[in-house]
């Protein structure tokens, strides 16, 4: 009788423990697998995490953005619903299981369609005073397809905000010592990719975590997801008062289309002239081998060894074709679109004008007198010959581009481009050749009434030498 009496004291005991832990915390018993899973309409952990950088590192860049207001404000808000859509797609793989990939491809829709979106925008506006900053962020908002990568997706934003600085370091360059909020703009913007590596590195470090339990996920789903209470995202932090909680776009989700997952990516890495000025996928089909793909139209890009392009995927949308350009506007000489061109010629020129040259395609340009600066940028089988540049020559995004130095330059850079000869003048010999992510790049030197060709490096090896590392050109054998 006394065991008894015991054993239903400890029971009575049990059961108010329970009770209590229930009333108390009614989610803190079961958090982790509720979050996970959505049940009882309980967020994510994951989802949490991602709303904490949105109302953090996301909504500075906004208030920034909106201080510089114009172009620069636009864009901004686009990527804020950018950020949103992916937000929604979070939250459903919180609550449902993967699906097949080609329903993956209809559910990325409305984040590949922002990111178009985006980058559409930079296109439009080439003439845009915030060009440096609109291309910043269409160089990098790709980086948002960091949820089809595996099984490493934080390298991959890290590879994408890399090319968002070869930008931002311009904007730096123009306003650091006059005008700071662009300088407190640069770094609120990469700051968002820097939280969004140390976010997918806690919470997807080998890939976006999909619910082990609930409904396969699906468009249905999806609207679901977004009527729900638990969609909205919580209000933002005090400094923004009157801000209201960030709201989701319900009609992007009802957009069922059939790409695929391909697709995703074509789109993703397309416009920047590094995207740079898109130009046909050829058979490198590597961005991180063939910059120049991110300058096409979309490039297919497939960062995992699951997710390979399907033969049937919709290309990108036709290629517009624009009108060719050789015109001086302000003081820039805008050389745009030209096509098997070879007897363009640009006279009377003036030390304080630039030249920028922009998806030419075989054509041939010669710059007389002296300028400031010139910019190739996303062209293929181009040839450049000028007199004299008392800055800066540089080109980026390109292929098989050949330049010719008729005077002097202090410096040429060479930026993500495949193929550059560059034939220097008796004069311009003390010229500094800069280059990055750049292959198949020779210099050819004067000598006996004739040229001799030297290789620029492009393999490198590195040591520690006791103290520092020592960086070198590495021969290459054979």
């Known amino acids: 009788m006394a065991e008894t009496h015991g054993l239903m004291e400890r029971l009575e005991k049990a059961v108010t423990r329970l009770e209590s832990l229930f009333s108390d915390s009614p989610r803190s018993g079961g958090m982790e697998y509720d979050g996970i899973n959505g049940v009882n309409g309980s967020i994510a952990p994951y989802v949490e995490a991602f709303d904490r950088l949105l109302n953090g590192s996301v909504a500075e860049f906004l208030r920034y953005s909106k201080i510089l207001e114009g172009d620069v ?33 209809v559910l990325l829709k409305p984040i590949s369609e922002k990111i178009q979106e985006i980058q559409n925008f930079r296109e439009r506006n080439r003439g845009s005073k915030m060009f440096n900053h609109l291309s910043a962020v269409s160089e990098s908002i790709p980086a948002l397809g960091w949820i089809t990568v595996s099984p490493k997706p934080g390298p991959y934003v890290k590879e994408m905000n890399d090319a968002a600085t070869f930008y931002t370091n311009r904007v730096l360059k123009d306003y650091k010592n006059s005008d700071t909020r662009h300088v407190d703009w640069v770094k609120s913007y990469l700051n968002i990719w820097s939280e969004l590596q140390a976010y997918i590195k806690e919470h997807h470090t080998t890939g976006l975590t999909w619910s082990k339990t609930g409904p396969v996920a699906s468009s249905m789903s999806m609207r679901s997801v977004l009527t729900s209470g638990s969609g909205l995202s919580p209000p933002p932090p005090p ?233 070198e050109p590495a021969e290459i054998v054979g």
């Open 239 to 471: 400094p923004p008062p009157p801000g209201p909680p960030p709201i989701f776009d319900t009609e992007t989700a009802k957009d069922e289309g059939t790409a695929s997952r391909s697709a995703l990516f074509a789109q993703l890495n397309q416009g920047e002239a590094i995207t740079k000025g898109l130009r046909h996928v050829s058979d490198d089909q590597k961005t991180h081998k063939n910059p120049n793909l991110r300058a096409q139209g979309p490039p297919v890009r497939s960062p995992t060894k699951n997710h390979t392009p399907s033969p049937t995927s919709p290309k990108n949308s036709p290629q517009q074709n624009h009108p060719p350009v050789l015109e001086l506007e302000g003081k820039k000489w805008r050389v745009e679109y030209q096509e098997d061109k070879n007897d363009l010629v640009i006279n009377n020129t003036e030390l304080k004008q630039v030249a920028y040259i922009f998806k030419c395609n075989k054509s041939t340009l010669q710059i007389k007198g002296k300028i400031n600066s010139i910019t190739i940028d996303n062209c293929k089988k181009f040839g450049l010959v000028f007199d004299n540049v008392v800055g800066i020559v540089e080109v980026i995004n390109s292929r098989d581009i050949q330049i010719q130095v008729m005077g002097k330059v202090p410096t040429i850079s060479i930026n993500k481009t495949e193929g550059c000869h560059i034939y220097l003048s008796e004069e311009s010999l003390d010229c500094e050749i800069v280059s990055a992510k750049s292959s198949e790049m020779n210099i050819l030197i004067p000598q006996d009434g004739d040229y001799k060709e030297f290789p620029v490096p492009e393999q490198f090896k590195t040591a520690w030498d006791g103290s520092k590392l020592v960086t």
């Open 73 to 105: 404000k636009t864009h901004a808000e686009m990527v804020r619903a950018a950020f949103q859509a992916q937000r929604s797609f979070l939250l459903l793989a919180s609550q449902c299981q993967e699906p097949q990939e080609n329903e993956v491809a």
